[in-house]
Nanobody
């Protein structure tokens, strides 16, 4: 049974920092691309950052230089370090696991964790 459990979402003031974590179980973690997405009210779910099984990371332009994604394959966890947070970073943040095989894709989501940036 697949389970992605996000944690770390809280309220923080603009300019502050926060680290989100996602613990995965039931997935082929070391072979999966892990990612963080976010969804603000009334908006679609957008990519924040992803990291491949070999450590290659990509970021949304809006978070480049402020956010860092990392993974720990020994613990099946993926983290998102967020610095210099802005009000527009307010959203529900979702952990994603994606495993691509020939002929199939296994794609899973966590339940999300709320990040609120305001003064």
């Amino acid at each position: 049974q697949v389970h992605l459990a996000e944690s770390g979402g809280v309220w923080v003031q603009p300019g502050g920092s926060l680290t989100l974590s996602c613990a995965a179980s039931g997935v082929e973690f070391s072979a999966s691309t892990m990612g963080w997405y976010r969804q603000a009210p009334g908006n679609q779910r957008d990519l924040v950052a992803t990291i491949t099984s070999v450590g290659g990371a990509i970021y949304a332009d809006s978070v480049k230089g402020r956010f860092t994604i990392s993974r720990d394959d020994a613990r099946n966890t993926v983290s998102l370090q967020m610095t210099n947070l802005k009000p527009e970073d307010t959203a529900v943040y979702y952990c994603n696991s994606r495993r691509v095989r020939i002929g199939s894709v296994a794609n899973y989501w966590g339940q999300g964790t709320q990040v609120t940036v305001s003064s």
